[in-house]
């Protein structure tokens, strides 16, 4: 980031403080794809993602004022949702939790041609792609969330190891070896079992209705393949470097614009009374 740019965030940041709400809603519009893409690879769903990412852009604005610019911008909004996203409960997988166990079970046992068809008359190739990505975000819950949170960063935000260490307060050494670790399981887990990203059997194609059948997408709400791509532009993320081979492994690892549904909570927020009491805070 230019010193121009870092200055003008700064300006921003410090009339967003004075209570300037333009300034304010500037900075939120900044970094809420960054916060958005984060929740929805740490919780698996869109729902879940839109209600967190609502909290954790609450916590920055409330937080606003803390900012000293010790570090990069977004590597502080990185550590507000880091911290917010590894307890968090309220998400369905919370409830359900998940293991590679349980998918490659259901891969090699589901009855998938007993499924009937359930696409109503939408593409099936829509749906197939609605189920690819679905289904290889959702397998990110296989993982702990730590390991999850460390995954994310290395591979869908390429985020320096210092950095990346920074905000999960562990050595860049530790992040290093535990990114390897969490990427070999996950390539493993596709080389085996999944035959759009690995040498697996399992195809997207031949799985669509089972999936509807069993609630894991639905043809009336295709939130993949309906959302927009987004270039979340991460000061940091050009300095990763490469620690081992799989970097190339994980192109399911896009990152999506907002959804309009978060847009407008965030919007009717600052426009409500609850934005004059947390500015006079």
Not at 178 to 183: D, E, F, I, Q, T
Not at 199 to 213: M, P
Not at 218 to 224: A, G, H, I, V, Y
Not at 244 to 265: I, N
């Amino acid at each position: 980031m230019s010193t121009k740019v870092k200055q003008e965030l700064s300006e921003l940041i410090a009339q967003a403080t004075a209570g300037d709400k333009a300034a304010l809603e500037t900075v939120l519009a900044g970094v809420q794809d960054l916060v958005f893409n984060l929740s929805l690879r740490m919780l698996g769903t869109f729902h879940d993602a839109e209600d967190a990412s609502q909290d954790i852009l609450l916590k920055v604005m409330t937080h606003l004022s803390s900012f000293k610019g010790e570090s990069a911008f977004t590597t502080w909004v990185f550590r507000i949702a880091v911290n917010h996203l590894k307890d968090y409960k309220k998400h369905m997988f919370a409830r359900l939790p998940l293991s590679f166990e349980f998918y490659g079970d259901d891969i090699r046992s589901g009855k998938v041609q007993d499924a009937p068809d359930l696409t109503q008359n939408v593409e099936k190739a829509i749906l197939a792609e609605e189920l690819k990505l679905s289904c290889t975000n959702v397998m990110l819950q296989c993982l702990d969330s730590e390991s999850r949170c460390i995954f994310i960063l290395g591979t869908m935000f390429r985020l320096d190891s210092r950095i990346a260490g920074e905000i999960l307060g562990i050595t860049p050494e530790a992040y290093r070896q535990r990114l390897s670790r969490v990427r070999k399981k996950m390539a493993d887990f596709l080389s085996e079992y999944c035959g759009e990203y690995g040498k697996g059997t399992c195809h997207c194609a031949s799985r669509v209705n089972y999936a509807i059948q069993n609630h894991r997408i639905s043809p009336d709400r295709l939130d993949f393949t309906a959302a927009k791509p987004s270039d979340i532009a991460v000061e940091v993320k050009a300095a990763m470097e490469e620690i081992d081979g799989y970097a190339q492994q994980f192109s399911f690892c896009r990152t999506y614009q907002s959804t309009e549904r978060l847009k407008r909570m965030i919007r009717d927020f600052l426009n409500g009374p609850a934005f004059s009491a947390v500015a006079e805070a």
